[in-house]
């Protein structure tokens, strides 16, 4: 894969796909050390898998959801909105989010985002760290995928 990633040759870039997975710890795929059979299937589904520690959950609920300063308020009123019993439409979820919300959110992740680096861990592949895959998405950014496609 690295091969690929840091080559210029557009034969092997053309037909290159990277797949890059986030999870969560839903259905208990992960205890300890110890990933259960379908985080191990998972795991061989993606170039790179993540995992997003309860901790991680547990601190973006906290500060962001339950106990906001006033530069995040805006994403709590936008969760409280989607999932309270008077909701009028879902402003908070994967596919919509409110705008105010959506800008707060992603200064939050630019100020924290050491952070929120340390929320993950790496499943696969196995003994890498986050900061390669920030390289090899550089480095795939970098490229004239134009002129190569």
Same mark, same amino acid.
């Given at each position: 894969m690295e091969e690929i990633?840091?080559?210029?040759?557009?034969a092997?870039?053309?037909k290159f796909i990277l797949t890059v997975g986030v999870v969560s710890n839903h259905g208990n795929w992960f205890t300890a #050390?110890?990933?259960n059979k379908e985080l191990k299937v998972l795991s061989q589904s993606y170039d790179w898998l993540l995992f997003l520690?309860?901790?991680g959950l547990a601190q973006f609920i906290d500060e962001l959801?339950?106990?906001p300063n006033k530069a995040n308020k805006k994403i709590q009123d936008a969760f409280i909105n989607s999932y309270s019993k008077d909701k009028k439409r879902n402003v908070f979820t994967k596919v919509k989010m409110d705008y105010e919300a959506d800008l707060a959110l992603l200064e939050y992740f630019s100020k924290n985002i050491g952070k929120i680096e340390s929320w993950f861990n790496i499943i696969s592949? #196995?003994?890498k760290s986050i900061d390669e895959l920030k390289k090899e998405?550089? #480095?795939l950014s970098g490229k004239n995928w134009s002129q190569i496609l």
């Open positions: 990633i840091y080559s210029n040759n557009s092997l870039l053309q #050390e110890n990933q520690t309860d901790n959801l339950l106990n592949p #196995e003994g998405l550089s #480095e």
